[in-house]
């Protein structure tokens, strides 16, 4: 007895179309683990409480750019990398020039383009110098004198008329910034422990592509 075997089919076409179901299964799977990275490191600073705009610093790439590749690799990174660093490892920040770190209270509003507000940034808006105000065991002061709170929706403070200023009436020294030597930032999420998270599903995805396309070629 004599058993012959053969392949039907165009091998060559075959073996396109298993490369071609991998770079799809490749390519999708890190497509999904880079965006749902991206969105839990987001969902962590808004979380954190450190805001949208800290969030959107989040980005995410696939490489390479618009093709399917079995060597496709995904790039989480954030535009702010200083920033998220620090509240990831925690970090204890200091004056640069060894002095004090200015923290802006809500009178003192915001600079330009919601710009973060210095002292000096304020003093060169308003015109106007700020007096330090030292205060054992607390955090000391820089405060604005002769103002007056402003009337309606606007809100805050400005600076007094030389009229209100002569009479003496309604005048109000209002803190502006805190100083303190030092700030410590406690440790809010774990970059880390995220990516390895999602890391780890990358085999199971693609697996599943592979049975999604195989269900699909058996019915076909």
């Not at 000096?120 to 015109?127: A, I, Q, T």
């Not at 009436?169 to 995220?194: A, C, E, H, Y």
């Amino acid at each position: 007895m004599r058993l012959q075997a053969a392949l039907s089919g165009d091998l060559d076409q075959m073996l396109a179309d298993e490369v071609r179901i991998a770079e799809q299964a490749v390519t999708h799977s890190i497509r999904e683990a880079t965006d749902g990275l991206k969105t839990e490191l987001r969902s962590q600073i808004i979380g954190a409480g450190l805001g949208q705009r800290l969030a959107n610093t989040w980005r995410g790439e696939v490489y390479p750019k618009g093709q399917m590749s079995i060597k496709a690799a995904g790039l989480v990174y954030s535009r702010a990398p200083v920033i998220v660093g620090a509240h990831d490892q925690g970090a204890t920040i200091r004056s640069k020039d060894g002095f004090w770190l200015a923290i802006p209270l809500p009178a003192a509003g915001k600079g330009p383009r919601g710009k973060r507000m210095t002292p000096g940034l304020w003093e060169r808006m308003r015109g106007q110098r700020l007096r330090f105000i030292y205060r054992r065991g607390k955090p000391s002061l820089l405060v604005a004198e002769n103002q007056r709170a402003r009337q309606g929706q606007r809100g805050g403070f400005s600076v007094a008329s030389q009229k209100a200023q002569a009479s003496g009436r309604g005048l109000v020294t209002v803190p502006m910034f805190l100083l303190v030597p030092q700030v410590t930032l406690k440790k809010k999420f774990d970059i880390d422990r995220s990516a390895r998270r999602w890391i780890s599903t990358l085999a199971q995805r693609i697996a599943n592509r592979f049975d999604e396309a195989d269900r699909k070629g058996a019915t076909s």
